[in-house]
């Protein structure tokens, strides 16, 4: 019985998820009824006490044999006025946690830049945006860096980063022109004094939150709350339950090693894990701003674990939006 649908995607395209959303599979409860794979519920908690498995979602419940947990983790944004997404803010539009990903962008070309954090993600972001910023400041609210030495020293020995001890943003405000991010107010905690800082790019390093809270503890986690595989693999704490991107791995959070687990997964489903075992399988997915990378390594795994295993009754992804 070949059940698994997915929609046709041959290139990638920069509007996929419309795209996706715009085909039958996300839009009708008919794509459910027919054994379709792809259903769009929100997950609110799961039970994994024992088999079959349960991911209780808004509209209904769904068991499994197996379980995959690709749920991702989210940046840490911080709630001071003028960082938000809203007509007053600057989030997109100046502001982003991921300087990797848009540092490049030409609004922040030869343009003054700061970064909030003193962990590793901060000393890694701000040498990444001395390659495009004229001059780059870390926004930092101790005395001192936790990031790894080397890291400090990377950036301390950097003439074009400069480091503001002791400070918290307080405020972001606008150029005046194009409503794009003019610069910030920032407050030195010790004493308490505000001064203006012009730059037109901001960016979150303060570290990421892993999308674990719906296990509700069912199975292991670190202490920052990340899911813990068995080392060289994508096994949980719980038999017949696995774990791949971000959601497990806090160093690292690039698409390759994303998909390289993913791949990792889906070899050790084919070693370990019978195919009647694989009646159904779930794959949870999480997270408005990493949903168009993830729907493409899904839909993929989706397509691969179909080919491999032609046994397989159904499959469910659930979509977290
Ligand atoms: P971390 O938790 O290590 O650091 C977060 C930083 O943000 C800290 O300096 C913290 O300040 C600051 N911060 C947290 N909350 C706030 C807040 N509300 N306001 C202002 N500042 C805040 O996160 P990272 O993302 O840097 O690193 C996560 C893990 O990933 C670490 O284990 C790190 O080693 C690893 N990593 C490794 C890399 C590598 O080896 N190449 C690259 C990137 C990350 P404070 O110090 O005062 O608590």
Redesign the pocket.
């Known amino acids: 019985m070949s059940l698994l649908h997915t929609p046709p995607l041959r290139t990638p395209h920069p509007n996929l998820i419309d795209k996706i959303f715009q085909t039958k599979y996300l839009h009708s409860n008919s794509a459910v009824a027919s054994n379709s794979a792809v259903c769009v519920r929100t997950n609110s908690k799961v039970d994994f006490s024992s088999r079959p498995f349960r991911v209780f979602t808004d509209s209904r419940t769904v068991e499994a044999d197996s379980v995959i947990v690709a749920t991702g983790a989210v940046a ?1 944004r ?1 709630p001071f006025t003028g960082s938000g997404d809203g007509p007053d803010g600057f989030w997109n539009r100046g502001i982003s946690a991921c300087a990797v990903c848009d540092g490049a962008a030409p609004i922040f070309r030869n343009k003054p830049l700061a970064v ?7 000393m ?1 972001e701000a040498t990444f945006l001395t390659e495009y910023g004229s001059e780059v400041y870390i926004i ?3 005395d001192t ?4 030495k080397i ?1 400090q020293s990377k950036v301390l020995s950097n003439s074009k980063i400069m480091v503001i001890w002791n400070s ?1 943003v307080v405020e972001a405000y606008g150029d005046g022109e194009n409503k794009k991010l003019g610069g910030l107010k920032v407050k030195n905690v010790v004493t308490e004094e505000v001064s203006d800082l012009k730059v037109s790019g901001l960016f979150f ?4 939150e892993p999308a674990t809270k719906f296990l509700d503890g069912q199975l292991e986690l670190d202490s920052d709350g990340y899911v813990v595989t068995k080392p060289g693999t994508t096994k949980t704490s719980v038999e017949g339950v696995f774990a791949a991107g971000d959601v497990q791995d ?2 690292y959070r690039q698409a390759i090693t994303a998909a390289g687990t993913g791949l990792m997964l889906l070899a050790s489903l084919g070693s370990e894990c019978e195919e009647t075992m694989l009646k159904q399988l779930m794959l949870l997915e999480f997270g408005k701003r990493t949903m168009l990378l993830k729907l493409k390594r899904p839909l993929k795994l989706l397509k691969e674990l179909h080919s491999k295993f032609r046994k397989v009754l159904r499959i469910d992804v659930i979509l977290v939006v």
């Open positions: 840490k911080l909030i954090g003193g962990g590793d993600s901060a890694e930092h609210r101790r860096f936790r990031a790894s890291m918290a390093a303060i570290g990421h806090k160093k």
